[in-house]
């Protein structure tokens, strides 16, 4: 059984910085582009980043490009986020997905994802 379990989220302050982390089981996780993803209340699930099976590249939203830092471990399999410079407007739930094989060309849909974790609330204050 696969399972992605998120933590790392909190209440913080705007400029703060946090770390998310996904711990990934039940896949071979190296086989696996990871990404996270973020859902804002009363928005959809928006693409945060992704990283490739060998964390050789990453790709990421442009509201979140200079602050946000996605990367893996593959011994662990784990893949983490860190977030630097907190904004109120990065509150959300946030995600990681496990998507198998490549990173592709259409990363930033939920779709292209198989499997999901239950998330971490992330919430800035301001």
């Known amino acids: 059984q696969v399972q992605l379990v998120e933590s790392g989220g909190g209440l913080v302050q705007a400029g703060d910085s946090l770390r998310l982390s996904c711990a990934a089981s039940?896949?071979?996780?190296?086989?696996?582009?990871m990404g996270w993803f973020r859902q804002a209340p009363g928005k959809e699930r928006e693409f945060v980043a992704v990283?490739?099976?060998?964390?050789?590249?990453?790709y990421y939203a442009d509201s979140v490009k200079g602050r946000f830092t996605i990367s893996r471990d593959n011994a662990k399999n784990t893949v983490y986020l860190q977030i630097d410079s907190l904004k109120p407007e990065d509150t959300a739930v946030y995600y990681c997905?496990?998507?198998?094989?490549?990173?592709?060309?259409?990363?930033?849909?939920?779709?292209?994802?198989?499997?999901w974790g239950q998330g971490t609330q992330v919430t800035v204050s301001s």
């Open positions: 997905a496990a998507k198998w094989g490549r990173v592709g060309n259409s990363y930033i849909r939920t779709n292209e994802y198989n499997y």
């Open positions: 039940g896949l071979s996780f190296s086989t696996y582009a």
């Open positions: 990283i490739t099976w060998s964390g050789g590249s990453a």
